[in-house]
């Protein structure tokens, strides 16, 4: 087998290869040579003598790469890396057929993977990652991923409807649904005056509250969102939970604000920020239903492998509900303390809520 | 594959798995590179991991902790509210430190590169920037988010602290549960975390001079692989030997390795006690020489059981042939 491919093959190696590899190979190469014309008889031996310089420079090549990154190599390097790696990996091919040698055979393997991983290595860069999933990456999985996002939205409403059922079939259901906070005066027994006064809270003492608060519930949120994204591997119904439970709380918190008369400004209370914010949280949702759905209905294949599939899209939108939260953070954080009127608000929430569904929309389509 | 029943196919697909599991060791992690040469990986040992995790965690702490000690200089706000703040800028540095370092240096956070660790994408194509977001993500989600739920109201809810608690146990524990060390995430973004490999050429055994002891057919037809591999083994170790008591000890395996092998092959030729090293670098070029010989012609030889082992009658037949 090492007769049909000996020198003749291995004599047509590109010149900048063999440059490379006269060029790295040192003392133990010459003495490599030496030795074997000793031991001719053995022809693993002989195998190893032909081309033990080409590895030794492969293995420099690597070295090379694995301190300074690929970009240390320059053109010539590069191409003789690729040209000496697929030779190590026929050169373990043939040693594993015809060599008993374990210390050649460990050395021809380890070598091969080192190489492996410096060849196959990730080629993009951050920015480059970055740029091409804000350009379609991200739109074309939103875009994808739709009717899960649609699902997400329905359990929102859904909860959102229950929970304002409840309030309305008795108020006390509020305490049982809304985690209140102690100082919180929105409660059922809250008047309309002290619901309006942390609306439109401006300054003082009333704004490290509200902050606290502000920073409580996007905490909270984030989490939920992590979580409804996380959890939805087993099977959608964590997320579900999560999510509904979500909207039970909002559904209640809204109901009696609608019931003390201050509907339409607790309305832009929450656009400011909460469209952006719920959204996320819609998206996050529809990323672990899409994940569930894998799991739960795999087809043809294994479930690991349709949760994989599915996990491609899911983890985009993952991230573009990260940054909702961000934006809805910085929202919470500015906007809402420092905008008072409530047209602005709700300009300022859904107009950036119409920002984000045209990205979703439109981003990364060919015209 | 619609007639067989779920449990038939699942036992067909277990014993196949065990087949696998016998054929490869269970630390080694076996791809198919494009090449279509198929390579073996050390998967990452547990103990190594925990130590890159711990001085990955260090260091983001450490960026995040003195982020909030600005920010608490600078802003005079409420601790709740710092403190808020301070999970946050945590949450956005963390994912992205992992995210960034693992695509700039191919898989490797500085705490992997410590430990000399690193992910690979286990179907032994190149690691994607998704697979690498995903089990990042998936981290924070495994163990991040419910250990600070865990420190932030384990004391006040016993009741959903134990639920954290229950559920970073379980995550904690998957690594132990399968074969490559996976954890969930990992599972997900079909990664595995090896060890880098090292390669180390060591001198060629079988060339080092003339042979000075001549071995017959009969001679060479005792052993298989596994006893060759383990002489060279020995023999790479005796060569090796440094100081003197070392040495004496090496000498001493030598010597009953010498005796073992001159009985069991019946080799009447006198050795002296200083040419034992010489006479085992002589048998094993010559075995090597044999069973390489053997092997291009189709006959594996795994061990010194092959007689009984593969085809008995065959064996014998040429046995005799050779008599």
Not at chain 2, 26 to 38: A, K, M, Y
Request: charged share 20%; glycine share 8%.
């Amino acid at each position: 087998m090492s007769d049909t491919e000996k020198p003749s093959r291995w004599a047509r190696i590109p010149p900048v290869a063999k440059g490379a590899a006269a060029a790295a190979a040192t003392a133990a190469d010459t003495a490599g040579t030496a030795a074997a014309s000793e031991a001719v008889g053995l022809r693993s031996a002989r195998f190893r003598a032909e081309r033990e310089g080409d590895w030794r420079a492969l293995e420099a090549l690597v070295t090379k790469v694995e301190r300074g990154g690929p970009r240390s190599l320059n053109f010539a390097d590069a191409r003789s890396m690729a040209t000496l790696y697929r030779q190590a990996a026929t050169s373990l091919s043939v040693a594993r057929a015809i060599s008993l040698d374990r210390a050649l055979l460990a050395y021809l393997e380890a070598l091969v993977a080192r190489s492996y991983l410096a060849v196959y290595a990730p080629q993009e860069s951050i920015g480059q990652a970055l740029g091409r999933f804000l350009q379609s990456g991200a739109p074309a999985a939103m875009r994808a991923l739709w009717p899960f996002m649609l699902a997400g939205l329905g359990t929102l409403l859904l909860g959102l409807l229950t929970g304002w059922l409840l309030f309305l079939e008795s108020e006390a259901w509020y305490d049982v649904v809304v985690p209140r906070g102690p100082g919180d005066p929105r409660g059922p027994e809250a008047t309309r005056e002290e619901l309006l006064s942390v609306i439109y809270s401006g300054g003082g003492s009333a704004l490290e509250e509200l902050s606290a608060f502000a920073a409580f519930l996007f905490s909270n949120n984030a989490r939920i969102a992590i979580f409804a994204f996380a959890l939805g591997a087993f099977a959608c119904l964590p997320t579900f939970i999560l999510v509904f439970y979500q909207g039970l709380f909002l559904g209640a918190f809204v109901a009696l604000h609608v019931d003390r008369g201050v509907g339409l400004d607790l309305f832009g209370w929450l656009s400011i920020h909460g469209v952006t914010e719920l959204g996320a949280i819609i998206v996050a949702a529809g990323a672990g239903y899409a994940v569930g759905y894998g799991v739960l209905f795999p087809g043809r294949e294994r479930r690991r492998a349709a949760m994989a599939r599915m996990a491609r899209p899911a983890v985009k939108a993952a991230i573009i509900a990260a940054l909702m939260l961000f934006a809805a953070a910085i929202l919470e954080g500015f906007g809402r303390q420092l905008v008072q009127e409530t047209w602005i608000r709700l300009a300022i929430g859904w107009g950036i809520g119409a920002l984000w569904l045209t990205w979703w929309a439109y981003g990364g389509r060919r015209a | 594959m619609s007639r067989e029943g779920w449990w038939t196919r699942r036992r067909s697909r277990a014993r196949a798995r065990r087949q696998e599991a016998r054929a490869a060791p269970r630390t080694v992690h076996q791809l198919v590179p494009p090449e279509g040469v198929p390579i073996g990986l050390n998967i990452a040992s547990l103990g190594a991991r925990f130590a890159a995790q711990f001085v990955d965690l260090l260091l983001t702490g450490l960026a995040g902790v003195a982020l909030i000690i600005v920010l608490a200089a600078l802003v005079d706000a409420p601790w709740s509210l710092v403190s808020a703040l301070g999970a946050l800028i945590l949450f956005f540095i963390r994912t992205p430190y992992y995210v960034a370092t693992e695509l700039l240096w191919a898989g490797r956070t500085p705490g992997k590169r410590m430990m000399r660790l690193r992910v690979i994408s286990a179907d032994g194509r190149s690691l994607a920037t998704y697979a690498i977001v995903l089990r990042n993500l998936m981290k924070e989600a495994e163990v991040f988010v419910p250990g600070t739920l865990l420190l932030i109201v384990g004391a006040s809810d016993p009741i959903s602290g134990s639920i954290m608690l229950g559920w970073i146990i379980l995550v904690l524990a998957i690594p132990l549960f399968n074969r490559e060390r996976q954890r969930l995430g990992d599972i997900i973004a079909q990664t595995v975390v090896v060890e880098e490999p090292e390669a180390l050429l060591m001198p060629e055994l079988a060339a080092t001079r003339a042979a000075r002891f001549t071995f017959q057919p009969h001679h060479l037809d005792h052993y298989g692989a596994y006893e060759l591999q383990t002489l060279e083994r020995v023999l790479r170790a005796a060569e090796q030997a440094g100081d003197t008591r070392h040495r004496a000890r090496q000498d001493g395996t030598l010597a009953v390795i010498v005796q073992k092998i001159r009985a069991r092959i019946d080799f009447s030729d006198p050795v002296t006690d200083a040419d034992h090293q010489a006479f085992l670098q002589d048998f094993y070029a010559a075995q090597r020489q044999y069973l390489e010989a053997r092997q291009l012609m189709g006959e594996k030889r795994a061990d010194k059981h092959h007689r009984s082992a593969a085809s008995p009658t065959r064996v014998e037949a040429g046995d005799a042939a050779e008599r």
